[in-house]
């Protein structure tokens, strides 16, 4: 299932290693419309810097991610801007958009942070919670996209 093209993906890691720590563990993915490159920033906290651009706050549509621990355990959650604010683009062409990409940012960040599914491979096979964040209802909903496993690219 491989769409990832590792030459094309940047990772940079921030007040974390390539190991430790689980929490906070948190991933800013972000992306250039003309090279097609992809920004990973993994650290304790999102990266403001890459959230901060001006083409970040008119068109959202970076993915945030988190492990999350509760009573069920540890989970990985994923924040997708699907609707609201400034942004670019009704609300089922987002939908769409983000649906269609998803396995592909799945894939990013399971293979930017390999080592540390390495380290900890029980997490492989956490459960995925994509949080599509929209005005209406009909957009706005929690679903579970599978596990990390699913989406080694191998």
Do not use: N
């Amino acid at each position: 299932m491989r769409r990832l093209h590792p030459e094309k993906l940047h990772v940079r890691f921030v007040d974390v290693t390539e190991r430790e720590p689980i929490l906070p563990r948190r991933y800013t993915l972000t992306h250039s419309d003309v090279t097609g490159d992809l920004f990973l920033t993994i650290g304790k906290e999102y990266d403001h810097k890459a959230l901060s651009s001006l083409k970040s706050k008119f068109m959202r549509d970076e993915v945030l991610g988190e492990w999350l621990q509760d009573l069920e355990g540890l989970a990985l959650h994923l924040y997708c801007h699907v609707g609201g604010g400034l942004v670019f683009g009704s609300l089922a062409l987002r939908d769409a958009i983000f649906r269609r990409e998803l396995p592909l940012v799945l894939e990013t960040i399971r293979f930017g942070d390999r080592l540390f599914f390495e380290e900890h491979p029980d997490l492989d096979h956490a459960p995925i919670l994509v949080h599509f964040q929209a005005p209406h209802p009909k957009y706005r909903r929690v679903e579970l996209w599978g596990t990390p496993s699913v989406y080694r690219g191998d």
